[in-house]
C-alpha cells in the first residue's frame, strides 16, 4: 500500500473541523455553525476583509456542499461573536438575509455589509489571494 504524499496530510489536517464542532480554513479563519440557516466567520486578530469572504466560501463549500455558483450572503456586519468570545466575528447565510432568522444583525462601520453576496467561488478566491478584489 502506498503512503499519501504528506502534502496531502498536511492539507487534510489545516481544513477540516476541529473537536469543537468548528471548521478552520488552511489560513486560520474559526467558522461555527450558529443554527441551521447562519454561520459565524471568526477570522485571526488583525483581520482583513478577505479573511471574512474566505471563511464563508470555504465553509459553504466544504460543509455545506455549496457550488461555486451558489451565493453566500452577509446577514450580519463585523461585531461580537455568539459561538466564540471574540469581538470581530460576521455572519453568512447562504440564503437573503430578509429569508434568515437568529442572525445577530450588527451593523459597522467597516466591512460588508448586510446583503452583500458573492458567488461560494469568488469567496473562496479570497483564501488564496488574500486580496479582496470586489471591495473598494
Not at 499519501?4 to 492539507?11: C, E, N, R
Not at 467597516?110 to 469568488?122: A, E, L, N, Q
Request: hydrophobic share 40%; net charge neutral.
Amino acid at each position: 500500500m502506498k503512503a499519501a504524499p504528506f502534502f496531502l496530510i498536511l492539507f487534510a489536517a489545516a481544513c477540516t473541523e476541529t473537536g469543537t464542532g468548528g471548521f478552520v480554513t488552511s489560513s486560520g479563519v474559526r467558522v461555527n455553525a450558529v443554527n441551521e440557516q447562519v454561520f459565524e466567520v471568526i477570522p485571526q486578530a488583525g483581520a482583513q476583509r478577505a479573511q471574512f469572504w474566505c471563511g464563508a466560501g470555504d465553509y459553504a463549500s466544504r460543509t455545506l456542499g455549496a457550488s461555486s455558483r451558489d451565493r453566500v450572503y452577509v446577514v450580519s456586519e463585523i461585531g461580537p461573536g455568539v459561538t466564540r468570545e471574540t469581538r470581530e466575528a460576521m455572519q453568512f447565510s447562504m440564503s437573503p438575509p430578509a429569508s434568515v432568522s437568529g442572525a445577530a444583525g450588527n451593523v459597522s462601520h467597516w466591512g460588508p455589509k448586510i446583503g452583500d453576496d458573492r458567488f461560494v467561488g469568488d469567496a473562496r478566491m479570497s483564501c488564496s489571494t488574500g486580496i479582496n478584489r470586489f471591495d473598494p
